[in-house]
């Protein structure tokens, strides 16, 4: 049974990949995070040695600090997050726990190295339109939250990448990682290399690769993606203000993947009452 300061697996998971989802930090201690290098959706790494340092960063927050057996480290790194000001639970079984459940997980040797800060760093063509937003969606909500994002003039992709330890991604390279394949897009491709291949992602990645590639017909909802995407395409002049409106779209259309494709729009069944 969960601890009062523990929160169980099933709830952490419906609140990954959601704007109320708390800080997950993964406290494994090196030689546990070494014999699986995975993490759950979302987290960031930091060392319970340097809690001191960090912990003022998350201030103000929510956060789940997540160990190995959900035992002395997470309760204890909790412990020290709540007396830091931040609303701090433990994973209840921790790491093993999740990964019991058969919830996905994220391959860290698939990811770009990370800076000073403990941020990866991507790298794709200016002025974004569909795929170049739905992908820093992703990578925000899934992968790293604090993820810096580099639009730069498209033949200056690979270079900056290269200087300052990026990822280039969405690129018209046949040698890119990180772009298009087939008939996938790069969605389609962060979806299923970075282990996140759950219904709701599949869905989305269809209408992702409907609006992105001028396939309407692969699902309803493509077109209005593709609308909405270029109007905010023409609403922003700055490509990470539009990121950051993208942002909005990108969480309601997942929460309709997840949530809410057999909900319809009907008018209210409550007659107003005849007058006497």
């Known amino acids: 049974m969960p601890t009062p300061t523990a929160i169980p697996v099933d709830k952490l998971a419906r609140l990954v990949g959601t704007p109320a989802c708390p800080v997950v930090v993964d406290v494994r201690p090196d030689d546990a995070f070494r014999d699986d290098s995975r993490l759950i959706p979302g987290s960031i790494r930091r060392p ?25 480290i997470g309760h204890g790194a909790a412990a020290y997050l ?50 170049r937003i739905a992908c ?33 991604f969405d690129i018209d390279d046949p040698g890119a990682f990180w772009s298009h394949r087939g008939t996938l897009c790069t969605f389609d491709v962060m979806v ?36 909405a995407s270029l109007g905010l395409s023409r609403i922003y002049a700055d490509d990470l203000e539009q990121l950051d409106a993208g942002m909005l779209l990108y969480d309601a259309f997942y929460r309709w993947c997840r949530d809410a494709t057999e909900e319809t729009h009907n008018w209210p069944t409550n007659k107003p009452k005849a007058r006497a």
């Open 48 to 72: 319970v040695a340097d809690i001191a340092h960090w912990s003022a960063d998350l201030a103000g927050r929510g956060a789940v600090a997540v160990c190995r057996h959900g035992r002395d």
């Open 82 to 131: 709540r007396q830091a000001g931040v609303a701090a639970e433990t994973l209840d079984g921790g790491f093993d726990a999740w990964e019991a459940a058969g919830l996905p997980l994220v391959p860290e040797a698939k990811l770009p190295p990370r800076d000073a800060r403990g941020r990866t760093v991507w790298v794709t063509r200016a002025r974004p339109k569909v795929d």
């Open 136 to 168: 820093p969606w992703l990578i925000r909500r899934f992968v790293d939250p604090d993820a810096v994002f580099l639009f730069v003039p498209p033949p200056e992709v690979n270079a900056v990448a290269e200087r300052f330890g990026g990822a280039p």
């Open 192 to 227: 299923e290399e970075l282990g996140l291949a759950m219904p709701p992602l599949l869905h989305l990645a269809t209408l992702v690769r409907g609006a992105d590639t001028a396939r309407p017909d692969l699902a309803p909802e493509a077109a209005g993606l593709l609308a």
